[in-house]
């Protein structure tokens, strides 16, 4: 079963990875061979995670430029050419009627979960086209789709994410084995959803048929697949693992 998916030589930067659903994802892309780089706005949790896969630790800002920039010409001094971009990074916000949000609750969300893959994406798009290969997985959400209550801002953020996606595949279709995909999560069970109302969760939970949150190692069996070379002809698309709740 190793060499399903094998991700040897290959160098992934995974950002938001110091613990939750990015930890799973880098643990799981490094069990595949992966060299990791670690980006994490925690220099704590990003330490701890890089040290555990011997990894690079890269802390930053996913909103700053400088630090995107600086950031992907450190992973390629120490690691190399980052090959697999995985933009996980991202908040909830306030969970609070949209007219109740100030200006600056909905600056952030928006400015950390579409300007963060951005700035991530223009960062290695390019080499990526020199070299002629490259895996760019971007991490959305079933309310990107759907829009959830008391999640306005996050919810119009992943709508964004996803047309990002779809948008920047076909600029780069043609131009070699380059991909570009999203997943769409519902509610998974990470510390996120510490931050929620807990009518918020049970929201989003009554909707899943499965009746469950997911998991983070379902998850990242996802993503393993999806920046895989063997996903060679899949791109521009949003994958769903919502237990059933979103089947478009």
């Known amino acids: 079963m190793a060499d399903f998916f094998d991700l040897s030589g290959q160098v992934a930067l995974v950002t938001g990875a110091g613990q ?11 069990r595949a061979g992966a060299r990791i780089a670690v980006f994490d706005v925690d220099a704590n949790h990003a330490s701890q995670v890089a040290g555990s ?16 920039a600086r ?44 300007l963060g893959p951005f700035l991530f ?38 709508a964004a994410v996803i047309a990002m996606t779809k948008s920047l595949a076909k600029e780069l279709v043609g131009r070699g084995d380059l991909t570009v995909n999203a997943i769409a999560p519902a509610v998974i069970r990470t510390p996120i959803l510490e931050g929620m109302a807990q009518s918020t969760v049970d929201y989003m939970l009554s909707k899943i048929p499965m009746g469950r949150t997911g998991t983070i190692e379902e ?14 002809y899949t791109t521009g698309q949003c994958y769903d693992i919502s237990g059933g709740r979103a089947t478009y």
């Open 219 to 232: 998850v990242a069996a996802l993503v393993h697949f999806l920046v895989s070379s063997e996903a060679s």
């Open 20 to 30: 939750g659903i990015g930890e799973g994802m880098a643990r799981r892309l490094h």
């Open 53 to 68: 896969l011997g990894g690079l630790a890269v802390v930053g800002d996913v909103t700053s430029e400088s630090d995107v």
């Open 121 to 158: 994406c223009k960062a290695v798009a390019p080499g990526m086209i020199e070299r002629k290969y490259g895996r760019i997985l971007n991490v959305a959400s079933i309310a990107g789709k759907e829009g959830n209550p008391t999640l306005l801002p996050y919810s119009a953020s992943k």
């Open 71 to 114: 950031a992907v010409e450190r992973v390629r001094e120490e690691l190399g050419p980052v090959s697999i971009l995985v933009n996980n990074a991202g908040i909830t916000g306030r969970t609070d009627l949209s007219w109740n949000l100030a200006l600056e609750d909905v600056r952030r969300v928006l400015d950390v979960n579409i």
